[in-house]
C-alpha cells in the first residue's frame, strides 16, 4: 500500500436509492474540485470550505455533461476515519452514475482502494489499533443484537483496554528483572520480590485465562452456537430444519437415508444465532456413500454445543436403544435435548420417558432435556425454540464485557499463557532473572500481536486486511 496515494472506493451495496463514494489521500479534496460544480450563491472550492460541512453542486465530465447531482462531505486530516483528507460524494444509486464518477475521479488521479484499505490506513495512522479495527469487519458482519454488541464494544476499545492493563502490569514486572540484570554485579541487590511478583504474575495469568474462556461465547455468538439435529432415518430431522429456519431447506422424503450429507443453516432466535446441522439418519447400513455421511454425523455430533437427539415417538424405546449407546459417549461436556416428534400422531401425550436421565451415562452431559414436538404440524417448536435459548447463554455482557470472538485473538492470548506459566514455574524454581525476563518479553510480544504494537510486516497487514469488503 502506498500511503501517498489517493484512494477511491463505492462504499455503499448496489441497488439503493443512494450511493456513496469514499475519497481519501492527501489530494482527495483537489480531485474533487476537479470534478464537481457548487449550485447556488455560494461558489467556493471545496479546498475554501470547512471540515464537517455539506455542499450540494453537479458531477461533470470533462465536455461539461452533467453526471449528477449530489452532496459532498469535506473531512480534513487528521480528524477523519482515515486519518487523511477525505470527501465523501453522495449520489443517487444507479451503478452507471456510481461508475461514471468513479472513471473521473480515477483519470483525475485517484487509485481504486483496495479490500479494507481504508481501516488499514486509519489503524497505519494511529486512529485505532488492530483489535479495534479488525472489529470494523465484525461490526458489518454482525447478524444479531449480540454479535453487534460484542463488535461495538470491542471497536470502541474495551478488548484494547484490557490489553493495554495487561501489558503495563508486565512491562513493570520486565524492568524490574531488567533493572536487576543492570546491576548483576552487586548480588545483595534485589529490586524484585519474588513473593510479589508471582502474585502479579498470577493475576495476569488468570485474566488471560478468563479471555481465552469468553472464546466459546464469543464464537457462538459470531458463527452461532452449533447444534446438532441427529436421529434415525425417518425421524424427522429434515422436517425440523425446516421448520426452524422457516424454508424447505433440506429434502424431506419418506424414502430412508435421503439425507446423506450434512445441511447446515443459520438463524437468528430472540439474541442468539444458531448454526443448526442436519445430519445423515444413523442406522447400519451396506452403503458405502451412507456410511460416509453417518460418520460425519458423528464428527458433527462431537463439534456441536448442543446434541438435539429426535426420536420418533412412534417407536421411542426402539430407537432410544440403538442411539443411545453411538451418542451419549460423544457429547460430554454438551447440552442434549431428547426431542420426541411426531406428537401429531400420539397426541398430546408426555414423553415417553424411555431415557433414565438420573442415570451415570448421563453424569458427563452439561444438560439434558425432553421435550415433545411435531416437526411436521410445528406443535412444541416455539418450547423448543425458548429451550435452546436458554441452553446457549451466550450473554454478551459476560466476562467484564469483554469477549474473544477472533481466532488471530485467540493464538496469541493462548501463547501468552504459555509464556506468563513459565514465568510463574520460573519464578516459583528460582531461575535467573534473565530468562524470566526473556518470557516476560515473549508474552508481553503475544500481546501486542493483537493491538498491533508489535506487527511490523506488511504481510500480515495484508492478511488480516484481505478480508475487508471494498470501500471499507
Known sequence: ????????????????????????????????????????????????????????????????????????????????????????????????????????????????????????????????????????????????EASH????????????????????????????MELELDFSDHEELEFADRSELLNVADKIRQTV??????????????????????????????????????????????????????????????????????????????????????????????????????????QASQQYALLAPKVLPLCKGKSMIIAYNKADIVGDTKPPHVADLTSSEYADLSSVDEILISAKTGQGIDVLRHLLCTLAAVDSDSSNGVIVSNLRHLSALNTAITDIERVLDGLASGLPSDLISQDLRSCLYALGEITGGEIQTDEVLGNIFSHFCIGK
Open 1 to 144: 500500500m502506498n500511503k501517498q496515494n489517493t484512494i477511491c472506493a463505492i462504499a455503499t451495496a448496489p441497488g439503493g436509492a443512494l450511493g456513496i463514494i469514499r475519497v481519501s489521500g492527501p489530494e482527495a479534496i483537489s480531485i474533487a474540485d476537479s470534478i464537481f460544480t457548487p449550485v447556488g450563491s455560494d461558489k467556493r472550492k471545496l479546498q475554501e470550505r470547512q471540515p464537517y460541512t455539506l455542499t450540494f453542486g453537479r458531477i461533470t465530465d470533462g465536455s461539461g455533461n452533467i453526471i449528477d447531482e449530489v452532496l459532498i462531505s469535506i473531512f480534513r486530516a487528521p480528524h477523519s476515519y482515515t486519518g487523511e483528507d477525505s470527501v465523501e460524494i453522495s449520489c443517487h444509486g444507479s451503478s452507471y452514475i456510481l461508475q461514471q464518477v468513479m472513471q473521473l475521479l480515477m483519470k483525475s488521479g485517484c487509485t481504486p482502494a483496495a479490500p479494507g484499505e481504508y481501516t488499514q490506513r486509519a489503524f497505519l495512522n494511529g486512529k485505532m489499533d488492530l483489535s479495534q479495527a479488525e472489529a470494523v469487519a465484525d461490526l458489518i458482519a454482525s447478524h444479531s
Open 149 to 176: 454488541r460484542i463488535a461495538m464494544n470491542q471497536m470502541r476499545g474495551a478488548f484494547s483496554r484490557e490489553l493495554a492493563a495487561l501489558r503495563s502490569q508486565l512491562l513493570h514486572l520486565t524492568s524490574l
Open 209 to 314: 485465562s478468563s479471555l481465552v474462556g469468553s472464546f466459546r461465547v464469543g464464537n457462538a455468538i459470531k458463527n452461532g452456537v452449533p447444534v446438532a439435529i441427529v436421529g434415525e432415518t425417518n425421524a424427522g430431522k429434515s422436517t425440523l430444519l425446516n421448520q426452524l429456519v422457516g424454508e424447505e431447506r433440506a429434502i424431506v422424503s419418506d424414502i430412508h437415508g435421503t439425507t446423506r450429507d450434512t445441511i447446515e443453516d443459520t438463524i437468528t432466535i430472540g439474541t442468539a444465532t444458531f448454526r443448526f446441522i442436519d445430519t445423515a439418519g444413523i442406522r447400519d447400513t451396506t452403503d458405502t456413500i451412507e456410511s460416509i455421511g453417518i460418520e460425519r454425523t458423528m464428527q458433527k455430533i462431537s463439534q456441536a454445543e448442543i446434541v438435539l437427539l429426535l426420536i420418533d415417538s412412534t
